[in-house]
């Protein structure tokens, strides 16, 4: 059993300092979230580099990888958008790599993903939507303000 870390705005704030973002369970269709957010993170400057094991090898922009394992170094923040069912595989990926920092996406978060974070003493974001975060603007943004107003939001 795993007793979930208590999330605060700085450890957030050191998550998104970094320059290089990967996004394990990125898709290239237009219309996915995991689209909308690589585009987002591009435009607020961020190096943003897409994983995903169903990308065809011929096919991979420079900035696409088909494994974590294959991720340069300078990828040591991953923002995991898989389906639970996924996810701790995704998690134990990284972790070999000997990345420290992971973001799990809301809805992607499973127990078993956050107790291997915790037991390999993991920088773990969880249960909160990085748009949130990451300069909100249009619904993201209005749903930090109803977060905020609510005090729900990490301090």
């Not at 979230?33 to 090898?57: C, D, Q, T, W």
């Not at 499973?110 to 990451?134: K, Q, R, V, Y």
Request: glycine share 4%; hydrophobic share 40%; with cysteine.
């Amino acid at each position: 059993m795993y007793k979930l870390k208590r999330i605060t705005r700085q450890d957030i704030d050191n998550f998104l300092s970094a320059d290089t973002l990967a996004i394990a369970g990125a898709s290239r269709n237009e219309k996915s979230f995991s689209a909308s957010l690589i585009n987002h993170l591009r435009l607020k400057g961020y190096n943003v580099m897409s994983v995903n094991p169903n990308f065809e090898e011929t096919n991979l922009a420079k900035s696409e990888f088909k494994s974590i394992a294959d991720l340069p170094k300078e990828a040591n923040n991953i923002v995991v958008l898989t389906s639970p069912s996924r996810t701790a595989s995704v998690v134990r990926q990284a972790i070999e790599k000997g990345v420290k920092n992971i973001w799990i996406q809301q809805k992607s978060e499973t127990p078993e993903a956050i107790l291997l974070c915790d037991e390999a003493g993991i920088n773990l974001i969880s249960h909160h939507c990085i748009f949130m975060f990451s300069q909100a603007q249009g619904v993201h943004k209005f749903h930090y303000n109803i977060m905020r107003f609510f005090g729900k939001l990490p301090v």
